[in-house]
């Protein structure tokens, strides 16, 4: 939801960290790919209980993540490659950080693997909707929005950071509102379909 609804107030940065990066002849490959190696560092960060680290690793992740898509298209560089290995790489920082506070903290390994269940099912029907339907404006695919976006996944992990003894709960809210996600993207897809 803020990924989409909220990105027209931070745009204009984005649009800045992008023709920086362009000056300094820094291409959307190596921006997904820093943004990919921060994601990691984060997820290590947490491992060794290093809070603030792990925040600011991840977030600084989250903001070179929404650069590089804005960097390809003002260079001209955008692709379906690009778009994938964008997605890929997303998908690899949470994950990793999902198996990290499972590792961390036992005891809320259901509420995180009704999380990953919840991803998985999210992420089909997106992938699914994104291959079948025409692509959205300035997008490489379709993007559907909905109210569990990446940045509201860096909120509920910032949470889940921040309050460890809450961390089974906040996974299980979490993964309520990807359901839910899910859902209203379904819901979404086939309502094109029947138009």
């Given amino acids: 939801m803020l990924d989409t609804h909220a990105r027209r107030l931070v745009q204009p940065i984005f649009d800045a960290m992008a023709q920086a990066f362009a000056r300094r002849g820094i291409g959307p490959?190596?921006?997904?790919?820093?943004?990919?190696?921060?994601?990691?560092?984060?997820?290590?960060?947490?491992?060794?209980?290093?809070?603030?680290?792990?925040?600011?690793?991840?977030?600084?992740?989250?903001?070179?993540?929404?650069?590089?898509?804005t960097l390809a298209r003002q260079s001209g560089l955008a692709s379906m490659a690009g778009a994938m290995l964008d997605i890929v790489?997303?998908?690899?920082?949470?994950?990793?950080?999902?198996?990290?506070?499972?590792?961390?903290?036992?005891?809320?390994?259901?509420?995180?693997l009704v999380l990953c269940a919840a991803i998985i099912l999210s992420l089909t029907v997106f992938l699914t909707a994104a291959a079948a339907l025409p692509s959205?404006?300035?997008?490489?695919?379709?993007?559907?929005?909905?109210?569990?976006?990446?940045?509201?996944?860096?909120?509920f992990f910032s949470l889940m950071a921040l309050w460890p003894a809450g961390v089974g709960g906040v996974a299980l809210v979490f993964a309520l509102v990807v359901f839910f996600t899910a859902g209203q993207r379904l819901r979404a897809a086939l309502g094109f379909f029947r138009d």
């Avoid at 790489?89 to 995180?112: K, N, S, T, W, Y």
């Fill in 136 to 155: 959205s404006a300035g997008k490489s695919f379709h993007y559907q929005a909905g109210l569990a976006e990446r940045s509201e996944g860096f909120l």
């Fill in 89 to 112: 790489c997303d998908r690899a920082v949470e994950a990793l950080v999902i198996v990290v506070f499972g590792l961390r903290f036992p005891e809320a390994q259901l509420e995180l």
């Fill in 29 to 69: 490959l190596a921006v997904t790919l820093s943004a990919a190696l921060l994601g990691g560092l984060a997820a290590g960060a947490l491992a060794l209980d290093w809070t603030i680290l792990f925040l600011v690793l991840l977030w600084f992740s989250g903001l070179l993540d929404a650069v590089d898509g």
